[in-house]
């Protein structure tokens, strides 16, 4: 299972970008579908979160720019990034943790400019 991100891009500080992440094939037993990102040298961090039960969380810094959704049925994430900040410039991973398995995404470029 491959997991394909598309949305990436650059912008001005203010604009907006969505993310979206999809299963190259069925994935059983979903629980988790989440966006990380890795800025240059920094850990990577959680961005937002969706449990298939639960509701979204999301990291301080995005609550309120930014939001996750998902449709199950086409094992796709989805990540609306709203009045960026040059702070939020990394490289962007999706996540899919089911039962039985972890997949990551190859990751894709945000770079926000001032």
């Known amino acids: 299972v491959q997991l394909v991100e598309s949305g990436g891009g650059s912008v001005q500080a203010g604009g907006t970008l969505g993310l979206s992440c999809a299963a190259s094939?069925?994935?059983?037993?979903?629980?988790?579908m989440g966006w990380y990102r890795q800025a240059p040298g920094k850990e990577r961090e959680l961005v937002a979160g969706?449990?298939?039960?639960?509701?979204?969380n999301y990291a301080d810094s995005v609550k309120g720019r930014f939001t996750i959704s998902r449709d199950n049925a086409k094992k796709t994430v989805y990540l609306q990034m709203n009045s960026l900040k040059p702070e939020d410039t990394a490289v962007y991973y999706c996540?899919?943790?089911?039962?039985?398995?972890?997949?990551w995404g190859q990751g894709t470029q945000v770079t926000i400019s001032e």
């Open positions: 996540r899919i943790e089911a039962i039985l398995s972890t997949y």
């Open positions: 969706i449990p298939t039960i639960g509701s979204a």
């Open positions: 094939k069925n994935i059983a037993d979903i629980t988790f």
